[in-house]
Nanobody, 120 residues
Framework: QVQLVESGGGLVQAGGSLRLSCAASRSIVGINGMDWYRQAPGKQRELVATITTGDTTNYADSVKGRFTISRDNAKNTVYLQMNSLKPEDTAVYYC??????????????WGQGTQVTVSS
């Protein structure tokens, strides 16, 4: 059973930076992409950033130019560098690793979530 362990969340002042990490407990075969989501209180979970196996990245408009997603295949880890943080970035952040739907599942792995709080 693969587990994703997140770290790097915390409390930061507006304008500050945090770097989130999401490490898989072992190698995952057939990765399609890796994502970071977030969920603020009373709101739906939203997709923040995506990186494909070809290193193509996409970002939500609200974080473009401030957040950077990256990955280290050797360490089975995906990162989210968050700069110029705003109070509206406050949320629980979740990583997701997606597999191609070929062969037996599971096809999705989720981290446990890490709290990011940005004070004004």
């Amino acid at each position: 059973q693969v587990q994703l362990v997140e770290s790097g969340g915390g409390l930061v002042q507006a304008g500050g930076s945090l770097r989130l990490s999401c490490a898989a407990s072992r190698s995952i075969v057939g990765i399609n992409g890796m994502d970071w989501y977030r969920q603020a209180p009373g709101k739906q979970r939203e997709l923040v950033a995506t990186i494909t196996t070809g290193d193509t990245t996409n970002y939500a408009d609200s974080v473009k130019g401030r957040f950077t997603i990256s990955r280290d295949n050797a360490k089975n880890t995906v990162y989210l560098q968050m700069n110029s943080l705003k109070p509206e970035d406050t949320a629980v952040y979740y990583c997701n690793i997606r597999r191609y739907k070929v062969g037996p599942g599971p096809y999705d792995y989720w981290g446990q979530g890490t709290q990011v709080t940005v004070s004004s």
